[in-house]
């Protein structure tokens, strides 16, 4: 018999290509630390008082929900009590609906409308789409990028010993004049102008101190690393489907390997026709954990089988996410195994995130035919 061994070797190198390419991006949420002065991760709840048509909606993968300010007259209300005059830091990521938008206020005063004084900080998007950032008594600066609309963008300003502008995690603008905020121990902070319909906003961070350019970066999302690949190592001259006046049957001719690979972050079964392959990317590792995830069943239909090889003392949560970070499927694991459904998911690569609370245990990386 003919071999192409030259076609199957294209094929294959080609496989090996597309699973490099794929891949995601990951936020890491922060962590509050002794400057932190307000933290709102958003996660399907806040800390701040609601005002209007309050909502959440997925967030970047990693940051689990964001909150939903869309609406006209809807915003948030927090309480800050640190004097922020010398040196601070107001960091947040947003999706924008249009521009000419105010995001972030700090006044003197609580009210239900735009007050006519007390605006001591002010964090807005002009209508060219560039950031404006202006304070009481001093203080006016403008960024010199413009921020996209409908995608989700880092912002940042800290002052002290300059006054700085970051976007996406780069120094966008500084100056050595000093901005000086009068927030002082009772203000209130406004997310985002008194209901002006911005949109979408997660990990509102206000900080006492000058946060570092350094620190700034590390809010930027990181691709995800596979740190443990199970490839497919059978080869086949041919595939396809028989059909017949009593039914079908897939078929696999030259397959030269078909097996079970585990290892002690995860497990991929390996042949051509199985419609799930797993692998083990990046996350925490957590003492006295394992968690294996294997196609199922055997065969592999559509379902994913993940097991916690030793019950861990908080409950975890699932969260499958497709590509583009949208939150699919998510759920509580309790006990030592919990079966998971795709049959209702396209062809593609998905994400797995195993949490407990806010701390990212594991990633699965999953490729469904």
Not at 30 to 39: K, Q, R, W, Y
Not at 68 to 73: F, M, V, W, Y
Not at 252 to 257: D, K, R
Request: net charge positive; charged share 15%; glycine share 10%.
């Amino acid at each position: 018999m003919k071999t192409r061994p030259f076609s199957v070797l294209f094929f294959f190198l080609a496989y090996l290509i597309s699973i490099g390419k794929s891949h995601a991006q990951v936020v890491t949420p922060i962590t509050s630390d002794a400057f932190t002065v307000i933290l709102d991760h958003f996660d399907g709840v806040t800390s701040a008082e609601k005002v209007g048509s309050v909502s959440y909606v997925p967030g970047l993968t990693g940051l689990n929900q964001a909150v939903d300010l869309s609406a006209t007259g809807a915003y948030l209300i927090f309480r800050e009590t640190t004097q922020l005059n010398a040196t601070g830091t107001v960091e947040v990521w947003f999706k924008l609906k249009s521009y000419n938008q105010g995001l972030i206020n700090i006044n003197w005063n609580k009210s239900y409308s735009y007050p006519g004084a007390g605006h001591v900080f002010h964090l807005r998007i002009d209508a060219t789409g560039k950031v404006t950032l202006g304070g009481w008594p001093n203080g006016n600066f403008l960024s010199n990028s413009v921020v996209p609309l409908n995608e989700w963008t880092h912002l940042a300003v800290s002052w002290g010993d300059s006054s700085n502008i970051y976007i996406n995690g780069k120094l966008d603008y500084t100056t050595k004049t000093i901005f000086t905020p009068s927030i002082n121990t009772s203000s209130y902070v406004y997310l985002p102008y008194w209901g002006g319909g911005a949109g979408c906003f997660d990990e509102l961070h206000i900080s006492s101190n000058q946060r570092s350019q350094n620190v700034i970066a590390s809010r930027m999302p990181t691709p995800i690393k596979i740190v443990q690949q199970k490839t497919r190592q059978d080869l086949t001259a041919s595939s396809g489907l028989a059909k017949g006046s009593g039914g079908s049957s897939s078929f696999t001719v030259g397959q030269l390997l078909a097996s079970n690979v585990s290892g002690k972050n995860g497990s991929v079964i390996q042949g051509i026709e199985n419609p799930i392959e797993i692998w083990v990317v990046t996350g925490l590792e957590v003492k006295g954990i394992s968690l294996d995830c294997v196609a199922y069943p055997n065969p592999a239909l559509d379902f994913l089988q993940l097991k916690v090889a030793e019950p861990y003392a908080a409950k975890l949560r699932y969260q499958l996410f497709d590509l583009n970070g949208k939150l699919l499927i998510e759920g509580m694991i309790q006990g030592t195994q919990s079966t998971i459904g795709l049959s209702q998911l396209a062809p593609s690569y998905y994400f797995l995130k195993i949490s407990d609370a806010n701390k990212v245990l594991k990633i699965f990386k999953i490729r469904k035919k």
